[in-house]
């Protein structure tokens, strides 16, 4: 029987694409804010009601934009106005979507991917019962009485932040092949809703999990080596000369070192970990330990 393959994906919003807005731990809960899809023309519609960025339930806290309202005076400049810019937009990448966002039924955990990354995955044959464990940088607030402040003690870090496993995965290049039908949650996933990826893409292709979800915090999901200055050098002496699989031309197989150390490449979003036991179980006992 082969061992399910492990895959760190880094997702969500991020530095690269010119935001200076970190995603967040709120009361040790992950708040990842999804980016901005400007190649995406179509609006997330709910009957007729055209949804907008503050629609979202981004985290359990029904307070959440409220705060985020009256802590813009905390900012910098230019993080408000990349705060500015994310929630006065109505064309964004909720993906991977392990949160009911706006409140479907039978709702189940998606990632879409497509392009080069996607060709790396299908190079990897991933596949049935294969874990995703999601992940980005993060800075730490503490909530004061109507707003919060950021934790200059915790600041742009890398950690790890939830997972899927994988059911069913299905290429979109000729159609959705009425995957609504079965899934019709799925129909505000980015790569199925908007016309842009059948025609600009190829392998595009949606992943679905019915064993998906958010972590709540935990120092053991902390990426970024605390001995670094270097935020892209991340340390998980769990996985300790572990072979690691990358997406990026340049280096596509690289190692962790002996204590588990590993340099995060720039513009790679998937990073497949050598199939063995001991990776499979540091990834099942991080999902049991730190599952909501």
């Known amino acids: 029987m082969e061992i399910p393959k492990v895959i760190l994906s880094k997702k969500g919003l991020d530095s690269s694409d010119g935001n200076t807005l970190p995603n967040l731990i709120w009361d040790d809960e992950f708040v990842v804010f999804p980016m901005i899809d400007s190649k995406n023309l179509d609006e997330y519609c709910s009957g007729n009601k055209k949804l907008a960025y503050r629609d979202m339930k ?6 959440f934009w409220d705060y985020m309202e009256k802590s813009k005076k905390f900012m910098s400049e230019r993080m408000q106005k990349s705060y ?10 909720a993906d991977p979507n392990l949160i009911n966002f ?35 940088r993060f800075t730490k607030v503490n909530k004061e009485k109507d707003h919060f402040i ?18 069913e995965f299905f290429n979109l290049d000729n159609g959705n092949n009425n995957l ?13 809703q908007t016309k842009h990826y059948a025609k600009k893409h190829h392998n595009n292709t949606i992943y679905v999990g019915r064993k998906y979800g958010m972590f709540n915090f935990n120092e053991k999901l902390i990426l970024t080596s ?10 998980v002496p769990e996985l300790a000369n572990v072979k690691v699989n990358c997406e990026t031309k340049e280096s596509q197989s690289q190692k962790f070192d002996q204590d588990g150390r590993f340099t995060l490449l720039d513009r790679c979003q998937e990073y497949v970990l050598e199939e063995n036991e001991q990776v499979l179980n540091w990834a099942l006992e991080l999902i049991k330990e730190n599952l909501k």
């Open 150 to 167: 950021f934790d200059c003690y915790f600041e742009d870090r890398y950690v790890i932040y939830g997972y899927l496993i994988v059911d």
């Open 84 to 93: 500015d810019k994310l929630t006065n937009s109505k064309h964004f990448h």
């Open 226 to 235: 605390p001995y670094s200055k270097n935020k892209t050098n991340i340390i």
């Open 180 to 192: 609504l039908d079965k899934y019709d949650c799925l129909k505000f996933n980015p790569h199925i």
């Open 58 to 63: 981004i985290c359990s806290d029904n307070n």
């Open 102 to 136: 706006w409140g479907t039924k039978n709702f189940v955990g998606s990632l879409g991917q497509c392009d080069i990354a996607q060709d790396f995955l299908n190079s990897h044959n991933i596949r049935k019962g294969d874990i995703f464990l999601f992940f980005n």
